[in-house]
């Protein structure tokens, strides 16, 4: 069964490509994540606030990326970005927590 996950893109004012996720991340649907990360080229900010769980084929999908996301978390997801090691090769913007 696929856990429920909602993916969106759009540009934020400054130009800069972004994806919102909504749901859960699991390997039931890392790879919807992973195609919508692909289609996207360049810098892309990653809005996970609407996120409350990613596990481990979540975060596989999110290395690949590292250095070009801009990762904006809901704050309940900061131990497994930090604990990762995802959290120190992205940067990080608090304008939407």
């Known amino acids: 069964m696929t856990t429920a996950l909602t993916l ?4 934020r004012p400054d130009g800069t490509a972004r994806v919102t996720a909504v749901g859960e991340i699991d390997m039931s ?15 892309l900010v990653l809005d996970l606030t609407g996120v409350e ?9 999110l290395f690949p990326h590292a250095g070009r ?5 809901n704050p309940l997801l900061d131990p497994v ?17």
């Open 53 to 61: 769980y990613l596990d481990s084929a979540g975060l596989s999908v």
């Open 81 to 97: 970005l930090t604990i990762s090691g995802l959290a120190g090769l992205t940067s990080g913007d608090d304008t939407r927590r």
């Open 29 to 43: 649907n890392a790879g919807e994540l992973a195609a919508a990360l692909a289609r996207t080229a360049g810098p």
């Open 69 to 73: 996301l801009q990762l904006v978390a």
């Open 8 to 11: 969106t893109h759009d540009d």
